[in-house]
């Protein structure tokens, strides 16, 4: 079971920055990768970012890649999301998930998290 959490509020102007987490229950967090993905207003989800078991690899949309870091706390069995110099079309709601082996290129997800909205002005 997995719980996102923002952490600097939702509403952000273009160029600022947030940091999500996502918090997850269970003894078994750190045996699976983790991942963000986000759905604008009428679009379909994407995928955002994803980061191995143990944090030695992450993988990057192209959209977000130098802005956005994953980064995860297995002892807090917690994952993050740093997003800086925001733009106006990372507007969506985020969501985190896990899988336990991670398809690089397809990041199929197995587990859900409830989401979270993010807005940036302009």
């Known amino acids: 079971m997995f719980s996102c959490r923002r952490l600097g509020g939702g509403l952000v102007q273009a160029g600022g920055s947030l940091r999500l987490s996502c918090a997850a229950s269970?003894?078994?967090?750190?045996?699976?990768?983790m991942g963000w993905f986000r759905q604008a207003p009428g679009k379909e989800r994407e995928f955002v970012a994803a980061?191995?078991?143990?944090?030695?690899?992450?993988y990057y949309a192209d959209s977000v890649k130098g802005r956005f870091t994953i980064s995860r706390d297995n002892a807090k069995n917690t994952v993050y999301l740093q997003m800086n110099n925001l733009k106006p079309e990372d507007t969506a709601v985020y969501y985190c998930?896990?899988?336990?082996?991670?398809?690089?290129?397809?990041?199929?997800?197995?587990?859900w998290g409830k989401g979270t909205l993010v807005t940036v002005s302009s």
């Open positions: 980061i191995s078991w143990r944090g030695v690899s992450t």
């Open positions: 269970g003894r078994t967090f750190s045996s699976y990768a």
């Open positions: 998930a896990a899988t336990p082996i991670l398809r690089v290129g397809s990041y199929d997800m197995d587990y």
